[in-house]
Nanobody, 122 residues
Framework: VQLQASGGGLVRPGGSLTLSCAAS????????MAWHRQAPGKQRELVAQ???????NYLESVKGRFSISRDNAKNTMTLQMNSLEPEDTAVYYC?????????????????WGQGTLVTVSS
């Protein structure tokens, strides 16, 4: 399963951006999906997660500003980011846990997107 992230860019404080992530492959089903971010000199952190059942969880500092959603039919996920702050500047990565079954073999795994840079600056 491959993930393709897009939507990063430069935005002023208080602005908005929407990140998108698309999964591709065959004979798979996506379970949990999430966005992570890594700022310069810092560890990667979980920003938002949406489970296979639709439960959503957010990093405390983005609650009320970010919204995660997914389209199971299209195997896509978005992160709507509003009221962006300079502290949100980071490379954002999408991640998905998946189940593969081609009728002969089964496996589970985790895939990561390539990362998309979000810069919040005036």
């Amino acid at each position: 399963v491959q993930l393709q992230a897009s939507g990063g860019g430069l935005v002023r404080p208080g602005g908005s951006l929407t990140l998108s992530c698309a999964a591709s492959g065959t004979n798979f089903r996506i379970n949990d999906m999430a966005w992570h971010r890594q700022a310069p000199g810092k560890q990667r952190e979980l920003v938002a997660q949406v489970t296979g059942g639709g439960t959503k969880n957010y990093l405390e500092s983005v609650k009320g500003r970010f919204s995660i959603s997914r389209d199971n039919a299209k195997n896509t996920m978005t992160l709507q980011m509003n009221s962006l702050e300079p502290e949100d500047t980071a490379v954002y990565y999408c991640e998905a846990d998946w189940y593969y079954n081609n009728g002969y073999d089964t496996s589970v795994g985790r895939s990561w997107g390539q990362g998309t840079l979000v810069t919040v600056s005036s």
